[in-house]
């Protein structure tokens, strides 16, 4: 019987040919020039030093050439320096976390809900089977006034959790970074949902007496991305105020949008949104570099609005009975995914090593001029990012991404264990996901993060983050009394 032929791509191992073809790519300029600069030694060693000298002798300068040539050195190096954007840190950042009051086991959420809505027993299985196909923990918590039976989502519950949230946020990252209220320049305060009058930023002006020529700024309507449009911001701003610090506040105010209908497409958020916050310290003062955790790099912004299906897949309405809520589109995975290929066309340029770029552009060329039904390459962004803080949105918004970007398990605990934790919290959620990196000792410097947030509109930004420092484990944070439970293992249906 002849003997079988090995699998050649087990036999030899492929991946190291791919390494060999990254390290070459990535470092050919460090290839070319290494020989050019033997050969400029090897010829200075056989000129010898009086052969060097009689050459240098030679050359002839003038007064005037010395002058002009200094003067366009000078020049040059002023504009590049004056052109040149100013370097924004991220100092500290603080979450929120909320009393064990506050939390909601699996069997509280559903007696609560078999007594709301005690006429459409429908709509409590729905919530049930979402419920338990969530990602979702036993430790989520919700506002007091959800835990009413009928809740009462009124205003001074309202304005209590937003004083609740975004000061205990904001306390806790002036502890940490020892600024005070009259050091801050710029404030912008994101939550989607809530927006009152006077609004949240003014309530966080009264509340610390910031000075009177404070720039501030509040963003509503944006969903779950608002946290990096706020940094985006908070960057144009800081480009232009020299020497400032910028305050960012990302939450969502649950108590006033607790939908208590019974449309299965409005219900949804009710299964998964949770109480949350978070404050960010940003500045452009040099003398900050050395304490910074964190500097950005890139922010992108993607909107799809001009499509109609993207632009109501996540909508708030009224329902038959005039009860108010979040209606979440079928189509919108797939409107997500069309957010996502847009916003990694811009950010794969900015980010991706060389070697991932021309194996995408021979590719493309491939299925351009040779066969169209090649099958597409997908940029191994684990090149770019040794980190990634996926929004918590849900389990079906984090198993599509670590999909579509090849990631491991591993590259998503992140997500899912702040999903398990802490729920979806809107666009605080990332800040969640970074604490978790950090609480599990996981953060070096020059690490590279990639923060991906989805938003109603529909919105896809990323932002990009360099660890400026070694992150030792945190005395404190919203993962200080569990952080050894985690990871833990979520199955797919938990079975109430």
Not at 53 to 67: E, G, K, M, Y
Not at 165 to 184: E, G, Q
Not at 252 to 281: D, H, K, V, W
Not at 479 to 484: G, P, T
């Amino acid at each position: 019987m002849p003997q079988i032929l090995p699998n050649f791509s087990s036999s030899v191992k492929l991946k190291y040919v791919k390494l060999g073809y990254q390290y070459l790519v990535n470092h050919i300029l460090t290839f070319f020039l290494i020989p050019v600069m033997v050969g400029i030694l090897v010829e200075i060693l056989r000129l010898g030093p009086e052969e060097m000298l009689n050459i240098w002798r030679s050359l002839h300068f003038d007064l005037v050439q010395i002058l002009c040539s200094s003067f366009l050195i000078i020049f040059i190096a002023t504009v590049y320096f004056m052109s040149k954007p100013r370097s924004i840190y991220l100092v500290d950042y603080a979450c929120y976390k909320a009393p064990p009051t506050c939390r909601v086991p699996f069997s509280t959420f559903m007696e609560h809900s078999r007594l709301i809505l005690k006429d459409n027993p429908k709509s409590v299985d729905f919530q049930m089977r979402i419920l338990e196909r969530s990602g979702l923990g036993e430790e989520t918590c919700l506002p007091p006034a959800i835990h009413y039976i009928p809740p009462t989502p009124t205003m001074e519950a309202a304005r209590g959790e937003a004083e609740e949230v975004i000061f205990s946020a904001i306390d806790s990252l002036m502890k940490k970074t020892r600024i005070k209220p009259k050091d801050i320049d710029i404030l912008i305060v994101n939550c989607s949902l809530f927006s009152p009058t006077p609004s949240l930023s003014a309530m966080v002006v009264n509340k610390y007496k910031l000075r009177s020529n404070i720039k501030s700024y509040n963003l509503s309507g944006m969903g779950c991305s608002a946290g990096l449009i706020s940094i985006d911001l908070a960057r144009d701003l800081l480009q232009v105020h020299p020497n400032s610090y910028a305050l960012v506040v990302s939450t969502e105010i649950i108590t006033p949008n607790y939908y208590q209908g019974s449309e299965r497409a409005m219900l949804l958020p009710n299964c998964l949104f949770r109480m949350g916050g978070a404050a960010i310290l940003l500045s452009n003062k040099r003398r900050d570099r050395s304490r910074a955790k964190y500097r950005l790099v890139h922010v992108v912004r993607t909107h799809k609005g001009a499509d109609d299906k993207a632009y109501k897949c996540v909508y708030e309405q009224e329902d038959p009975q005039g009860k108010v809520g979040i209606n979440l589109s079928k189509d919108l995975m797939v409107i997500a995914g069309e957010a996502l290929k847009s916003n990694i066309t811009t950010i794969g340029p900015l980010v991706l090593p060389a070697s991932e770029q021309l194996l995408f552009l021979f590719t493309l060329i491939g299925r351009k001029i040779f066969n169209p039904k090649w099958k597409p390459y997908i940029p191994d962004f684990k090149q770019a990012f040794e980190h990634f803080c996926i929004h918590a949105g849900g389990r079906a918004v984090i198993d599509e991404l670590q999909k579509n970007l090849q990631l491991s398990a591993e590259h998503v605990e992140a997500s899912r264990m702040t999903l398990h934790r802490f729920g979806n919290t809107s666009s605080s959620s990332l800040w969640y996901e970074l604490g978790y990196i950090e609480a599990k000792g996981r953060m070096k410097k020059g690490d590279r993060i990639w923060q991906i947030a989805f938003g109603s509109g529909f919105k896809c930004n990323s932002a990009v983050w360099k660890c400026n420092r070694t992150i030792g484990t945190p005395t404190d944070g919203p993962w200080q009394d569990c952080i050894d439970r985690y990871p833990v293992h979520i199955p797919e249906i938990v079975k109430l």
